[in-house]
């Protein structure tokens, strides 16, 4: 199957500061992208769709000025978590899809503690 | 609004065939059913997907009733590195641009 990394794997950052996040797809080309956010013991939420050269579509609950997503390039998406604040710490995961395949991909996911 | 239903959680005996269930009654014609599983701390792992037809690889089996209803994912020799959660998705496949939703899945731990 297709690959998808992300980095960092883990992060801890001071409250207040921003912290990037990278989803790369390794080989294969990505339109679109999408964002979820895992707390303990719970499901994965849907925080936003990105597709290549456009704005992300965020749902409903998901601050768009406080997540910003890029999505510069067929094989980068960032979310940027800005000023963030201990109740963002969570388990962030990316996806992507091959073209027009239907199955989605995941990355490895990201921890971020902030403190 | 949920559109499968899971177990919250299983056992299976390590060795042993592990069957999830999952419920999917309001299933549309052009929706397929898929897998995916978590492991602790990991991203989801697509494991398989299916329209009508009985489909099978090199990781399980998926079993799709007649009238599309509710299927039943099969891990034929479960080992411990199966325990994980396990999700059940219907999704119109080809709309690439629509995410899969996540419900709460199936835990399922193999014991030794």
């Known amino acids: 199957g297709a690959v998808v990394s992300q980095h960092p794997s883990w992060v801890i950052c001071k409250s207040g500061t921003s912290v990037k996040i990278e989803c790369r797809s390794l080989?294969?080309?990505?339109?679109?992208m999408f964002w979820y956010r895992q707390f303990p013991k719970q499901s994965l939420m849907l925080m936003a769709t990105?597709?290549?050269?456009?704005?992300?579509?965020?749902e409903q609950g998901v601050e768009k000025d406080k997540f910003l997503i890029n999505h510069a390039s067929l094989t980068l998406s960032t979310l940027t978590v800005t000023s963030a604040h201990p109740e963002d710490s969570s388990f962030y995961i990316c996806?992507?899809?091959?073209?027009?395949?239907?199955?989605?991909?995941f990355g490895p996911g990201t921890r971020l503690t902030v403190l | 609004d949920a559109k499968t239903t899971q177990p919250p959680s299983m056992d299976c005996a390590e060795g042993r065939a592990a069957n999830l269930p999952c419920n999917h009654s309001?299933?549309?014609?052009?929706?397929?059913v898929y897998w995916y599983r978590q492991i602790h701390s990991q991203g989801p792992q697509y494991i398989i997907h299916?329209?009508?037809n009985n489909e099978t690889n090199e990781m399980a089996s998926l079993i799709i009733t007649e009238d599309r209803k509710s299927s039943t994912l099969i891990l034929p020799h479960a080992t411990l590195r199966d325990t994980a959660v396990y999700y059940c998705?219907?999704?119109?496949?080809?709309?690439?641009?629509?995410?899969?939703?996540f419900g709460k899945g199936t835990r399922l731990s193999v014991i030794a």
């Open positions: 080989d294969f080309q990505a339109t679109t």
């Open positions: 309001t299933i549309s014609g052009n929706e397929y």
């Open positions: 996806s992507a899809r091959v073209g027009l395949a239907d199955t989605q991909y």
């Open positions: 990105s597709n290549e050269g456009s704005k992300a579509t965020y």
């Open positions: 299916g329209l009508k």
């Open positions: 998705i219907v999704r119109v496949a080809k709309e690439g641009n629509t995410p899969l939703v």
